[in-house]
């Protein structure tokens, strides 16, 4: 006869429900994890790189889509053996800059303008950048070589400190590392794509709540600090959007693409308001530091045949972009060998910090 005290304990009926449940949970939440991953890596670029001063860059050599990046993981000429007589052009700026097209743009007018100066171009501009990002990119590409001339050609990404109305510097910009083992990406997501863009974003702001201003400003200062600390000239620009236009499928294009980009740069109206702020910004700079300005948002011609959408350039948009920018380079100075001294090829190793 077993005595009560000898029966084997029993998990009560309630807690046995509990437990399944959150055993269940448990299990739904890491197949969801592993699902996330899994999407990530197989839509992830191979040269991505991710960074937590950055987000993300890419490694050198990389190809993505049709370009096959530079040895500093940029679309343009190689720095590797690059001599002392030959010219350096660092442009920097966001999705509208990272184009081979741009870049043939720029270095063929530098050809027309100075044909006895040779000169190399690259752009590091990428897509998504904002001017905290270019800020801090620039500030590492300024610790390996010594770019000539550094050309600004930003100012929608800035939008987002608009749109999220709670960041101050690094933006959450869509792109999440698959192999991070520091945080849940799955909730990374949830968190960007549910709370962030459609509970917490405000893509309605106005004139009176317009805080990429500031913040534009600040990182394009720094930015030319930086720069003239290393005796490199600097140009600016405004930046070039298709509205208003004449292009009834331009415009439907802009229109429908609204829904899909509201949360990083505002409705059109202020995402308009807010380019205007930032281009005011270049101007002004432009005046105090006396700097050279390119006319680029006066330059492009707002039809389809120059813009894809609201500031994705064409091949065509892209020649006139970078005939524009090429024209306010100021001529080149001397380049005795004490300044520019020599030029390495740049390893994986060093270009990218995984």
């Given at each position: 006869m077993a005595y009560p005290s000898d029966r084997p304990a029993r998990t009560p009926h309630r807690y046995r429900g509990i437990i399944v449940?959150?055993?269940a949970l448990l299990l739904c939440l890491a197949a969801a994890e592993g699902a996330?991953?899994?999407?990530?890596?197989?839509?992830t670029p191979l040269g991505m790189v991710f960074r937590d001063d950055l987000i993300y860059t890419y490694a050198p050599f990389s190809e993505v889509a049709d370009l096959r990046l530079n040895d500093l993981g940029c679309v343009?000429?190689?720095l590797g053996g690059r001599s002392d007589d030959e010219a350096l052009a660092l442009l920097l700026g966001g999705s509208t800059s990272f184009s081979q097209a741009y870049v043939d743009a720029v270095r063929g007018r530098l050809a027309e303008r100075f044909p006895d100066v040779p000169f190399r171009v690259i752009s590091c501009g990428k897509p998504r950048y904002t001017s905290h990002m270019n800020r801090v990119q620039l500030d590492e590409i300024l610790t390996r070589t010594r770019p000539d001339v550094v050309a600004l050609y930003l100012g929608i990404n800035d939008n987002i400190y608009n749109s999220f109305p709670w960041v101050e510097e690094l933006p959450r910009v869509g792109y999440f590392d698959w192999k991070s083992p520091r945080t849940s990406v799955f909730g990374e997501m949830v968190r960007y794509h549910l709370v962030d863009k459609r509970l917490r974003s405000t893509p309605e702001f106005d004139e009176a709540s317009l805080r990429s201003r500031d913040i534009f400003r600040r990182n394009v200062v720094a930015m030319i600090d930086a720069a003239q600390a290393r005796d490199s000239e600097v140009v600016l620009s405004t930046f070039a959007v298709a509205l208003p236009t004449d292009?009834?499928?331009l415009d439907a294009r802009i229109r429908a693409s609204e829904p899909i980009m509201?949360?990083?740069?505002?409705?059109?109206?202020?995402?308009l308001l807010g380019v205007t702020a930032h281009n005011d910004v270049m101007r002004?700079?432009?005046?105090?530091?006396?700097?050279?300005?390119?006319?680029?948002?006066?330059?492009?011609p707002h039809d389809g045949r120059h813009f894809s959408d609201l500031c994705h350039l064409t091949e065509e948009g892209?020649?006139?972009l970078g005939r524009t920018m090429a024209d306010a380079f100021p001529a080149p100075r001397a380049r005795p060998s004490s300044v520019a001294?020599?030029?390495r090829a740049v390893s994986a190793k060093e270009s990218s910090r995984r």
């Open positions: 449940l959150v055993v996330t991953r899994a999407l990530l890596w197989w839509n343009g000429d190689d292009d009834p499928q509201q949360h990083f740069w505002g409705r059109i109206g202020p995402t002004s700079l432009a005046t105090q530091r006396d700097l050279p300005l390119a006319p680029v948002a006066s330059q492009i892209n020649r006139r001294g020599p030029h």
